[in-house]
């Protein structure tokens, strides 16, 4: 028997990643190791990656640089590797070339295999290696260590199909499967059970979910509404060309369904979402948002917008300013264009020059958080119901929870409010 291994996972990325994260501690702990709280207490160092801009990258090749030394003073200390980078040859060729160091490299298709590539560098002593290029399966019942207490990540399918010219995920994460609706439905009950109160369901485009028997995303959110004790329904991402009248339907029917939708426009201007390969216009866009303020009053909204693609001119870009004005975002997630290997977006002629996309980047940042305040402002002396999440990173007696419309609310409370 080796002795026991304490473990502690570095997540880069997305609501995915949290989720293969908490997927990883849950395999770990059912094998006997124990989870520290902070890298340095740690004898296995796992760290999942992103690759969605090159920030991501940068970030992790640092991270693995301060694990040089770690590795030096104690050779039995455990370096594994995985996420959406570790699906791209030319990362796999750098780590090999420059981060020799590193025990385990394991891909996005197939982490139910951590505990036992770990045994097998415990026991073998030798690096271990194992990518798959994609996959058609999904694997079912993993256990999982949830970070929250009452809410929790539910894949509902995976990968992506629209390859927009930008993006790396399709590569990364590869073609869309959707889970059984039953898989699912089990474990949100099964979550219930265990205290969970609101659950997010996860899916780069969770509005072209098909499951077995020919449940669309709808049918899901009919059939997850009617779970008891289960009081609220997240989704995250919808992308706007699939967003289905059926969907904004479950909005009116549906009373555990959140008024609140992520909707990715990524630019304002007709011409760079074609380029951009998002199949719906500037128009078709701004009708979907109408729609859905008509149907579901009060709806909050959130979008990503990138700045910067490439032939993105000064006219493309007021026209993205001109939308956000227009619609009002509750909050949005801004991002300067990232060149990604291997994207189609990459071959781009008329790159835009860095210091255009800072100056664009900032003049858009202003808007956006100018709109969010006063959108926020309009709930002074209101009384909201949030979900108690736990203590907030304000400050120590603040805690902080969620509304319905997915808000913030720091607050002053007490450990025994969260959940
Ligand atoms: N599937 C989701 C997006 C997931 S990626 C959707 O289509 O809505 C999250 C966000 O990262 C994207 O919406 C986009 O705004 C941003 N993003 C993706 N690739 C990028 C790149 N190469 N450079 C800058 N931002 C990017
Ligand atoms: Fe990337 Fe587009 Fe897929 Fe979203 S829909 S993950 S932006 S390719
Ligand atoms: Fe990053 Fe992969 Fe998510 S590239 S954003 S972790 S799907």
Request: proline share 4%; charged share 30%; net charge positive.
């Amino acid at each position: 028997m080796e002795r026991p291994r304490k473990f502690y996972i570095t997540t880069f990325g997305c609501q995915m990643n949290e989720h293969d994260s908490e997927v990883m501690a849950g395999m770990l702990l059912e094998k006997g190791f124990t989870a520290v709280r902070e890298r340095k207490e740690a004898d296995v160092a796992i760290i999942n990656t992103c690759s969605i801009r090159e920030n991501a990258d940068k970030r992790f090749f640092g991270t693995l640089g301060q694990l040089k030394r770690r590795k030096m003073e104690n050779p039995d200390f455990l370096v594994c590797v995985c996420g959406c980078m570790m699906q791209q040859q030319h990362v796999i060729d750098t780590i090999k070339a420059k981060y020799p160091w590193v025990d385990i490299i394991f891909g996005t298709h197939n982490i139910h295999q951590l505990p036992q590539l770990l045994e097998n560098a415990l026991s073998e002593k030798k690096k271990q290696i194992e990518i798959w290029p994609g996959s058609s399966d999904i694997v079912e019942g993993l256990p999982c260590k949830r970070l929250h207490q009452s809410k929790a990540l539910v894949n509902i399918m995976f990968g992506c199909n629209n390859f927009c010219t930008y993006c790396i995920v399709p590569y990364t994460r590869g073609r869309e499967r959707s889970r059984k609706p039953e898989e699912i439905l089990r474990e949100v009950k099964s979550l219930v059970t265990d205290g969970v109160k609101e659950v997010m369901l996860l899916g780069q485009n969770v509005n072209s979910y098909r499951g077995e028997g020919g449940v669309d995303f709808a049918g899901l959110i009919y059939m997850l509404n009617r779970v008891e004790g289960l009081e609220r329904i997240r989704f995250m991402t919808s992308h706007p060309k699939d967003l289905s009248d059926r969907l904004i339907q479950a909005f009116i029917d549906c009373e555990k369904l959140c008024k609140n939708i992520h909707l990715p426009v990524q630019s304002g201007s007709s011409r760079i979402l074609k380029a951009m390969n998002r199949h719906y216009d500037r128009e078709q866009y701004l009708t979907l948002v109408d729609k859905l303020r008509q149907a579901v009053p009060g709806i909050t909204m959130s979008t990503d917008i990138i700045v910067g693609f490439p032939g993105e001119t000064e006219e493309d870009f007021q026209e993205t300013l001109d939308l956000v004005r227009r619609v009002r975002y509750d909050s949005a997630f801004t991002f300067l264009y990232s060149i990604r290997k291997g994207t189609p977006a990459e071959k781009f002629e008329e790159q835009i020059p860095e210091e255009i996309k800072h100056q664009r980047f900032n003049r858009l940042v202003d808007l956006v958080n100018s709109i969010s305040a006063e959108k926020n402002a309009e709930y002074k002396d209101t009384v909201q119901k949030v979900l108690v999440e736990g203590p907030s990173k304000t400050g120590s007696r603040t805690f902080a929870g969620r509304t319905d419309g997915f808000k913030l609310v720091n607050f002053r409370g007490a450990a025994s409010m969260t959940g």
